[in-house]
Nanobody, 126 residues
Framework: QVQLVESGGGLVQAGGSLRLACAAS????????MGWFRQAPGKEREFVAV????????HYADSVKGRFTISKDNPKNTVYLQMSSLKPEDTAVYYC???????????????????WGPGTQVTVSS
């Protein structure tokens, strides 16, 4: 069984930066992709960024492109989300997700992912 745990959330002023981390544990961990999603109060969970575990392909939501960077450390089974130029509308619970391998579901869809972390709160004040 794979477990994901996020860390690094907190309260930051608009324009500031935060770095989230997601550590995976489990006997065999070999995802196809790992992603970050977020959910604001009263809204659906939405895609933020994804990275290919082997080749490192990256894809971002338009709303964060140029401000957020996703990266990974394979030996540590950890994925990061560096968030800069934060805006109040970035306020949400941020979730890490991992799939079990290749499948015919878009990487931006929540239904692709088999494992989810409990989430970490990010609050951006104006």
């Amino acid at each position: 069984q794979v477990q994901l745990v996020e860390s690094g959330g907190g309260l930051v002023q608009a324009g500031g930066s935060l770095r989230l981390a997601c550590a995976a544990s489990g006997r065999t961990f070999s995802p196809g992709y790992m992603g970050w999603f977020r959910q604001a109060p009263g809204k659906e969970r939405e895609f933020v960024a994804v990275i290919g575990w082997s080749a490192g392909m990256q894809h971002y939501a338009d709303s964060v492109k140029g401000r957020f960077t996703i990266s990974k450390d394979n030996p540590k089974n950890t994925v990061y989300l560096q968030m800069s130029s934060l805006k109040p509308e970035d306020t949400a619970v941020y979730y890490c997700a991992a799939d079990r391998g290749p499948r015919g579901i878009a990487v931006v869809s929540t239904t692709r992912y088999d494992y989810w972390g409990p989430g970490t709160q990010v609050t951006v004040s104006s």
